[in-house]
């Protein structure tokens, strides 16, 4: 049993910048790696980051390299996305979720926080 609460959303203009942030509550010990995912309109929900046991980051899209950055604190059951330069097609919803323990898939999801970048 994982819960994941994502916050840090709202309305900014472009090139702006926003810190979502994702608490994990229950049997966090059982988790590996956590990522970021979001559903743009028009498109299905794309994996956009995510950050290993070790600290280590792996891009799934290409765009936001250079300006998102991931982060985590274990001990606090929290991970960050920093947004930068933030874009017009940044814009959707943005989801946390987590892989439990040896299953190499992100089983545990929250609910989503809202991103809207617009002039």
């Known amino acids: 049993q994982v819960q994941l609460v994502e916050s840090g959303g709202g309305l900014v203009q472009p090139g702006d910048s926003l810190r979502l942030s994702c608490v994990a509550s229950g049997r966090t010990f059982s988790t590996d790696g956590t990522g970021w995912f979001r559903r743009t309109p028009g498109k299905e929900r794309e994996f956009v980051v995510g950050?290993?046991?070790?600290?280590?980051?792996?891009y799934g899209a290409d765009s936001v390299k250079g300006r998102f950055t991931i982060s985590g604190d274990r001990a606090k059951n929290t991970v960050y996305l920093q947004m930068n330069n933030l874009k017009p097609e940044d814009t959707g919803v943005y989801y946390c979720a987590a892989q439990r323990a040896g299953s190499g898939t992100y089983d545990f999801w929250g609910q989503g926080t809202q991103v809207t970048v617009s002039s």
């Open positions: 950050i290993s046991w070790r600290g280590f980051t792996t």
